[in-house]
């Protein structure tokens, strides 16, 4: 009963964001936009893609021997946006930065340029084609939630409206998109923690108590079978320094351990290795882990006063290897030695090394202009900077980079 109560919120909130984003989208004088969508929405899309992307097969059979995650972010008008956010109906509040305020459209210009060689690209329909039939699936947070939803957005493009469709999953924190015509179905699981904790509530999750159920995957993880490619992501609410981890063989539901974030990390690695190498059929199914992504609140690290962050910021870092000082190295150190481990059991799971790429990108995070959950305080309306978001990105922007990368190797596993 009050799973469903709390279901019937998250629903009602995933359709007021949409809801608010429509409006906003009116609000923008966008009458006359939309008899342009409506008339010319296919064949200008067409036009715009086979401009984009013209396949490089020459860059894609030479991927093998490039690290791909080791380059620099070069500006590219011309290839960049990979879609517009007015062309996507499924940004949500927390990415949506254009409707929500931000002006400037320089971040989302950025090309991701490996040293020795060229990332791949692939037209929305070549990617719809060659995933025929298959399933993908994103677990875990809110940045994996910012991964997919770009997924979503570049893809959608070129599938007509009445071929596509978005769905909350009944009974699970699942949202599932279809391109129909493709049998292609791309979805999120959210799980931010991965395995059960007071966190589980897409919406409601917000305490400073965090309690963590560290050996309890399966209610969630029945969720995750018969997808073709699973891709993961648990980080960020791992950052706080301890967390309570409850004692799952006692009686009492209230006796817990207090752990520091490290070895809570470790523990959570350790279930869900052991989840994966028992219950996912590995011929059938590519894994990947996202690694960890930087977040920019401190402008000093950058040459900036102590009291800045990445609002306001318009350019990325240009500074080789710049690491900002909230990047846990020990929780990837964490992370690569437990794929590792897999891999030692014969199970391969492919880490998307987005943890440099990002560092540079101070320009790109939504700051101030997103959807707020509660009510600003005037203290904080006096103080913009206090309630930057510079933890998620704008969208289009980074993650459509992320997917880039992403595609590169699910595509040429499918070769
Ligand atoms: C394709 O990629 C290769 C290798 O990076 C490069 O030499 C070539 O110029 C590219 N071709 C086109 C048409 O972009
Ligand atoms: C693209 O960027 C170049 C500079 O890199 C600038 O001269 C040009 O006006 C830009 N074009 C558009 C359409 O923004
Ligand atoms: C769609 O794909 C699924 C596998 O993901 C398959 O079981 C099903 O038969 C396909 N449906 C159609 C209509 O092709
Ligand atoms: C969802 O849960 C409700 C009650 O909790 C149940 O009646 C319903 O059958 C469930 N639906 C599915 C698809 O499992
Ligand atoms: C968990 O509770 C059981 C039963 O009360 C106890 O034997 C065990 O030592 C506890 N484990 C930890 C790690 O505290
Ligand atoms: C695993 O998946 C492959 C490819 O889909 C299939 O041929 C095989 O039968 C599956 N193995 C098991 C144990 O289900
Ligand atoms: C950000 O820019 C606005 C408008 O240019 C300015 O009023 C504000 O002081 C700036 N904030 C910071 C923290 O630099
Ligand atoms: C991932 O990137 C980080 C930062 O550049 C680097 O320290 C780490 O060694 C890389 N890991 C792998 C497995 O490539």
């Known amino acids: 009963m009050r799973k469903k109560k709390q279901l019937g919120k998250y629903m009602w909130d995933v359709k007021h964001m949409v809801e608010s984003i429509l409006i ?26 086979i401009k984009l992307y013209t396949p490089n097969h020459t860059a894609y059979d030479s991927l093998d021997g490039c690290d791909l995650f080791s380059g620099k972010w070069v500006h590219d008008n011309h290839s960049y946006p990979l879609y517009k956010d007015l062309d996507c ?15 400037d459209s320089s971040y989302q210009q950025w090309r991701w340029q490996p040293h020795g060689c060229t990332l791949p690209r692939f037209s929305s329909k070549e990617v719809l084609e060659r995933l025929r039939g298959k399933r993908i699936l994103f677990v875990g947070d809110s940045v994996n939630r910012n991964q997919w939803v770009s997924m979503v957005c570049m893809l959608q493009t070129v599938i007509p409206l009445g071929r596509k469709k978005m769905q909350k999953v009944p009974n699970v924190s699942m949202l599932t998109f279809k391109a129909l015509e493709y049998n292609v179905s791309i979805d999120f699981y959210w799980a931010p923690l991965l395995v059960e904790s007071n966190g589980d509530h897409p919406t409601k999750h917000k305490t400073n108590d965090r309690i963590v159920r560290i050996k309890s995957i399966e209610h969630h993880a029945k969720n995750w079978v018969n997808v073709d490619v699973l891709v993961f992501n648990s980080y960020l609410w791992w950052r ?25 990390y ?33 402008g000093v690290e950058w040459g900036g006063k102590s009291d ?16 900002e000082t909230g990047s846990d190295l020990k929780m990837l150190r964490i992370l690569e030695s437990s794929l590792n481990k897999l891999k030692a059991r014969g199970v391969k799971v492919e880490m998307i090394n987005i943890t440099q790429l990002t560092q540079y990108r101070k320009d790109a995070h939504p700051s101030i202009y997103r959807l707020h959950y ?36 699910i595509l040429r596993k499918h070769k």
């Open 308 to 323: 800045e962050n990445c609002l306001n910021e318009t350019k990325p870092i240009t500074k080789d290897e710049f690491w």
């Open 240 to 264: 706080m320094p301890t967390l309570k981890i409850l004692n799952e063989s006692s009686e009492d539901s209230k006796q817990y351990n207090i752990v520091d974030n490290h070895r809570g």
């Open 24 to 49: 906003i989208f009116f609000i923008m004088g966008a009458l006359a936009t939309i008899a342009y969508y409506y008339v010319n929405m296919e064949h200008d899309h067409e036009q715009q893609l």
């Open 266 to 298: 470790r523990m959570v690695m350790k279930t869900w290795s052991d989840w994966l190498f028992t219950h996912i059929n590995h011929t059938r199914t590519q894994s990947y882990f996202i690694s960890m992504t930087a977040t920019h609140h401190r």
């Open 374 to 409: 509660s009510p600003l305080t005037n203290k904080q309306l006096s103080n913009p900077s206090s309630y930057a978001d510079c933890t998620h990105w704008c969208l289009p922007g980074v993650p459509d980079v992320w997917n880039e990368l992403l595609l590169a190797y």
């Open 89 to 103: 109906p499924y940004i949500f509040g927390d990415f949506a930065c254009g409707p929500y305020g931000r002006l």
